[in-house]
T-cell receptor, first 116, second 113 residues
Framework: AQSVAQPEDQVNVAEGNPLTVKCTYS??????LFWYVQYPNRGLQFLLK??????LVKGSYGFEAEFNKSQTSFHLKKPSALVSDSALYFC??????????????FGTGTLLAVQP | AAGVIQSPRHLIKEKRETATLKCYPI?????VYWYQQGPGQDPQFLIS???????DKGSIPDRFSAQQFSDYHSELNMSSLELGDSALYFC????????????FGEGSWLTVV
């Protein structure tokens, strides 16, 4: 069965420091990986995705993620954190199975807290 | 750019009542997904539709039903509501293809009292 793990419930980082939010996956095929961000009482906003190609993917708001097939990881990174980055971050996976509507399977989320 | 529109944003229902949530996908998106997110939980997939036909089913209770209409909007009907149904319900849409991005609406907050 497909699954996604976010091992950290919360990540604390000081403003201006680099941040990393970890994600590992377990799938039976080639994964399509996504990161979404959720601000309090809001919907999920798409940040970036890995489909194929370069392992380093750049997304919105200065975020990037690195796909590592050997470690089955897709960690989210940002060189310099902002207080406004404080939110809940979800890693998600889709596995192509020939269907047109492959759903997203989410990790449990990581709360990012950036201190001023 | 147009986004996924959900209504209502908030509703309060009593136990055993019925609630209906509506979703208007991004124009030209042919797939709609429904997710449920309990407090402090990750979103759980309920059901999806592709070209107005149910395409996948997740952990949707039998008390819930959904459909997608000819104009591609979708409705989630929830009957015999229970306290545990209190959650944030997301609708999302995509334009087909596993590599394509799924975009989410702002969600509908359902509180069952």
């Amino acid at each position: 069965a497909q699954s996604v793990a976010q091992p950290e419930d919360q990540v604390n980082v000081a403003e201006g420091n680099p941040l990393t939010v970890k994600c590992t996956y377990s799938v039976s095929g080639n994964p399509y990986l996504f990161w979404y961000v959720q601000y309090p009482n809001r919907g999920l906003q798409f940040l970036l995705k890995y489909i194929t190609g370069d392992n380093l993917v750049k997304g919105s708001y200065g975020f990037e993620a690195e796909f590592n097939k050997s470690q089955t990881s897709f960690h989210l990174k940002k060189p310099s954190a902002l207080v406004s980055d404080s939110a809940l971050y979800f890693c998600a996976v889709r596995v192509p199975d020939g269907g047109a509507t492959n759903k997203l399977i989410f990790g449990t989320g990581t709360l990012l807290a950036v201190q001023p | 750019a147009a986004g996924v529109i959900q209504s209502p944003r908030h509703l309060i229902k009593e136990k055993r009542e019925t609630a209906t949530l509506k979703c208007y996908p991004i124009p030209r998106h042919d797939t709609v997904y429904w997710y449920q997110q309990g407090p402090g939980q990750d979103p759980q997939f309920l059901i999806s539709f592709y070209e107005k036909m149910q395409s996948d089913k997740g952990s949707i209770p039998d008390r819930f039903s959904a459909q997608q209409f000819s104009d591609y909007h979708s409705e989630l009907n929830m009957s015999s509501l229970e306290l545990g149904d209190s959650a944030l319900y997301f609708c999302a849409s995509g334009d087909g293809g596993t590599g394509n991005t799924i975009y989410f609406g702002e969600g509908s907050w359902l509180t069952v009292v």
